[in-house]
Antibody, heavy 116, light 107 residues
């Protein structure tokens, strides 16, 4: 079935780095745009980043620009988010989404906690 | 940035009642307005895209309407499983933005 599975979350110290992965299955990954969304504890949804199907178009939210890098490997059906210079404000559940007409497929999320 | 403002913040209704949720954008979004539902501990789910198109598998009691900067999600008769938080989202301009959410809770 169509599915996205995130991994790579965990506990990291302020200033540290983490790489999130999102494994896609059940659809032709290379045909779709993809996005990362996050949700801080008890808060709403925050759009973070977008990547086109061929990686030629990328956008970031101002809150992560210069610190996070989105990428994908279509041969591996995988999406990534390299996060650096993390702060407590980056503590959240991170979701990858398939972006087509709306964000129609979401992963279950992976939790990132930034704390000393 | 296109700021989306949802109202009300909380809607207290009984099963069977009609729910009307509002989303107002600070700039026109054209057709690129979507609605998502999120239940506790779950990922959001796409309900409606491009203002009024229901996503696959979404029941007919959910409908979206509006134009320009003012949009509405209507749930005609609330089912127990509809009590959740609802977010609007624009994909007309960068950065993409979400509203702050409307919680529909049981009265």
């Amino acid at each position: 079935q169509v599915q996205l599975v995130e991994s790579g979350g965990g506990l990291v110290k302020p200033g540290g780095s983490l790489r999130l992965s999102c494994a896609a299955s059940g659809f032709t990954f290379s045909d779709y745009f993809m996005s990362w969304i996050r949700q801080a504890p008890g808060k709403g949804l925050e759009w973070l980043s977008y990547i086109s199907a061929t990686s030629d178009t990328i956008y970031y939210a101002d809150s992560v620009k210069g610190r996070f890098i989105i990428s994908r490997d279509n041969a591996k059906n995988s999406l990534y988010l390299q996060m650096s210079r993390l702060t407590a404000e980056d503590t959240a559940v991170y979701y990858c989404t398939r972006t087509y007409y709306g964000m129609d497929i979401w992963g279950q999320g992976t939790t990132v906690t930034v704390s000393s | 940035e296109n700021v989306l403002t949802q109202s009300p913040a909380t809607l207290c209704l009984s099963p069977g009642e009609r729910a009307t949720l509002s989303c107002r954008a600070s700039q026109s979004v054209g057709r690129y307005l979507a609605w998502y539902q999120q239940k506790p501990g779950q990922a959001p789910r796409l309900l409606v895209y491009e203002i009024s198109n229901r996503a696959t598998g979404i029941p007919g009691r959910f409908s979206g309407s509006g134009s320009g900067t003012d949009f509405t999600l209507t749930i005609t008769s609330l089912e127990p499983e509809d009590f959740a938080v609802y977010y609007c989202h624009q994909s007309s301009s960068w950065p993409r933005t979400f509203g702050q959410g409307t919680k529909v809770e049981i009265k």
